[in-house]
Each structure stands twice: as structure tokens, then as C-alpha cells.
């Protein structure tokens, strides 16, 4: 299973709230059935089997801001790939709160 933590900031827009181009990032992917998401503060957590579907989802994400009119948009990628153990962001979550 490929995790991936997916950060998108918007560079130089009228506003220091960049909520709408994420909202918008994130929207993009909500038909890619081959790639899970779930938004967080800090970033959105993609999962797939695939390596390449977090690389297209990233793609679109990126796509859509510039589609909005922004002309620099800088993308922080971050991959866990496992191959011992299929695992969901969910059980990850999990297994570390089990020890809390």
C-alpha cells in the first residue's frame, strides 16, 4: 500500500487564506476511485496500491490551482510505500493509538 502526504500552497494570491484552492485541489480527485483521501490541517493523506495514481491525483491537484489563475503553485510530496504489510491510513492511525 503507497501513502502519500500531499501539501499544495498557492503562491502569490491576493489573500493569506488559501482554503478555496485547496477545497478546490482536493475536489478534483473526489472521482478518482483508485485513490483514498482524507484532508487534514497540515495536508491531505492520498492511498492507493498504485504509485501512479498518487502521481496522477498529485497532478490534478496541482492542475487545478493553476486552472484558478495562480501562476506559482509549489507542491510538497511525501511517500510511505510498505510492501511487508497492506495496511490503510485507518490501521495506521489505529496501531499508533492503541499505544496511547
Known sequence: MIHAEISIYPIGTDNT???FYIAKAVD???EFKSVKHQLTPMGT???SDRLENIFEAARA???TVHMLGVKR?????KIDSRQDKNQTMQEKVDSVRRHL
Not at 73 to 77: A, D, K
Open 45 to 47: 493523506i492520498l492511498e
Open 73 to 77: 503553485v509549489e507542491v510538497v510530496l
Open 28 to 30: 478534483s480527485i473526489k
Open 17 to 19: 487564506s488559501l482554503s
Open 61 to 63: 491537484m496541482m492542475e
